[in-house]
């Protein structure tokens, strides 16, 4: 049982980079995969990034492969999105979430815990 809050996001031009944090309570947090989705206006939630529960296995999303990076740091309760070369269809809600999985799958319904959101937009 975790819970979780994003923080990081904000306004930058494309090309630009953000790296957005996600502070989890609770003394379970190196149980369980962690993931990063997104959701923009008008759009499904789609799955970003993710990572096992050593964070020794990831994966990101084809539309952000080569740009946006997954850690985390299980002694600090921490998961983080690095993202670079940023452009404007980035642009989006971030959301962190910890799955009930044994591995961090790209299905949101997977996912029990989430936080509230950190935005992000991209201008061109």
């Known amino acids: 049982q975790v819970q979780l809050v994003e923080s990081g996001g904000g306004l930058v031009q494309a090309g630009g980079s953000l790296r957005l944090s996600c502070a989890a309570s609770?003394?379970?947090?190196?149980?369980?995969?962690m993931g990063w989705f997104r959701q923009a206006p008008g759009k499904e939630r789609e799955f970003v990034a993710g990572i096992s529960r050593s964070g020794g296995i990831t994966t990101v999303a084809d539309s952000v492969k080569g740009r946006f990076t997954i850690s985390r740091d299980n002694v600090k309760n921490s998961v983080y999105l690095q993202m670079i070369s940023l452009k404007p269809e980035d642009t989006a809600v971030y959301y962190c979430?910890?799955?009930?999985?044994?591995?961090?799958?790209?299905?949101?319904?997977?996912?029990?815990?989430w936080g509230q959101g950190t935005q992000v937009t991209v201008s061109a």
């Open positions: 609770g003394r379970t947090f190196s149980s369980y995969p």
């Open positions: 979430a910890a799955s009930v999985g044994s591995t961090a799958t790209t299905t949101p319904r997977q996912y029990a815990y």
